[in-house]
C-alpha cells in the first residue's frame, strides 16, 4: 500500500526550529488533515513531506525509500503539491498553466497524447475551471488562480496529493467542491494531506487529523479521539464547545475565555 511517512522530523528557518521531531504516517485511501493556529509549523511540515523543505533531523520516506534518494522528475509523478499562495509573473493561459502538470510525464520535447489532453480535461472539470481556460492566469482573483493551481495538480495524476490551506481563497460553494474533491481523491485510493485551521472542515472530510501547536504533535487519529473540547481549547487558546447542526453533523464552536 503507497504511504508516505515522516520520522522524528525538525525544520528550522532562519535558525528556529518551526518543526520538532513530528512523525505520522499518511497511507492510500487517507484524507488526513494538519490542523492547528498560525505559526503551529503546519506549512513547513507539509512542504517537508512533500520534498520541497529542508529537514535538519529525521526523514521523509515514500513507499519506504527517502525522498531525498527518489530523483525528483520521479517524484514529480507521482506527488503534487499545492501552495496556499502562487505568484505566476507571466500571462499564460489556465489551460497552460494546468498542462503543466503533465510535464513531468513527457520527454523533452515531447508534445501532449491523447492521455495527457484528457488528464488536463478532466482536472479542468473537478475544479470547476473550464471556463476560464483561455484566461490569462495573472488576470484571476486569488480564489479562481487557487482551483487552476488544484487542477495542475490533479493533471499530474499522482499518487499523493498535498494542499497547503487548499480553500483559504475560495469562497463556500468552492471550498465544498474542492474538498469533496479530496475527499473522492483519498476514496479512489490516493494519498491526501491538506492544512487548514478550520476545525469544522476537519471533522466533515477528514479521516485522520493531526493537531499541531508551537512545531509539535498535540494528538494523532481519527477526529473524535483527537478534536476534543480539551484539546482544541488547549491549542487555539479559545474554549471550544462541540455542537451538532439541524442535519446532524457535528461541528464545533468557538467562544473566547
Known amino acids: 500500500m503507497t504511504q508516505l511517512d515522516a520520522s522524528k522530523v525538525g525544520v528550522s528557518l532562519r535558525g528556529r526550529r518551526v518543526v ?6 499518511s497511507r492510500a485511501g487517507e484524507l488526513t488533515a494538519i490542523i492547528g493556529p498560525n505559526g503551529a509549523g503546519k506549512t513547513s511540515l507539509v512542504r517537508a513531506l512533500a520534498g520541497l523543505q529542508q529537514i535538519d533531523t529525521g526523514k521523509v520516506t515514500f513507499d ?8 525528483r522528475r520521479k517524484l514529480a509523478r507521482r506527488l503534487a503539491f499545492v501552495p496556499q499562495n502562487t ?3 507571466f500571462a499564460f493561459t489556465v489551460r497552460e498553466v494546468v498542462a503543466t502538470g503533465r510535464n513531468p510525464h513527457l520527454g523533452r520535447f515531447q508534445r501532449e497524447g491523447a492521455t495527457d489532453r484528457d488528464k488536463i480535461e478532466e482536472a479542468l472539470e473537478l475544479t470547476d475551471t473550464v471556463s476560464l481556460v483561455n484566461r490569462p492566469i495573472t488576470e484571476l482573483s486569488g480564489g479562481e488562480r487557487q482551483r487552476v493551481m488544484i487542477a495542475r495538480s490533479l493533471a499530474t495524476d499522482a499518487a499523493a496529493i498535498l494542499l497547503d490551506e487548499p480553500t483559504a481563497s475560495l469562497d463556500p460553494a468552492h471550498a465544498i467542491g474542492v474538498l469533496e474533491i479530496c475527499q473522492s481523491l483519498s476514496a479512489a485510493g490516493r494519498i491526501v494531506i491538506l492544512t487548514t485551521q478550520d476545525v469544522a472542515i476537519v471533522m466533515r472530510y477528514a479521516d485522520r487529523v493531526v493537531l499541531m501547536k508551537s512545531g509539535s504533535i498535540a494528538g494523532a487519529g481519527s477526529c473524535d479521539d483527537v478534536l476534543t473540547d480539551s484539546a482544541l481549547q488547549r491549542v487555539f487558546g479559545v474554549r471550544a464547545v462541540h455542537a451538532h447542526a439541524a442535519s446532524g453533523e457535528q461541528t464545533v464552536l468557538f467562544q473566547r475565555r
Not at 520538532?20 to 504516517?25: A, D, I, K, M, P
Not at 519506504?64 to 530523483?71: E, F, H, N, S, V
Open 20 to 25: 520538532n521531531n513530528v512523525s505520522l504516517r
Open 87 to 89: 505568484l505566476l509573473p
Open 64 to 71: 519506504g525509500i527517502d525522498l531525498i534518494a527518489i530523483p
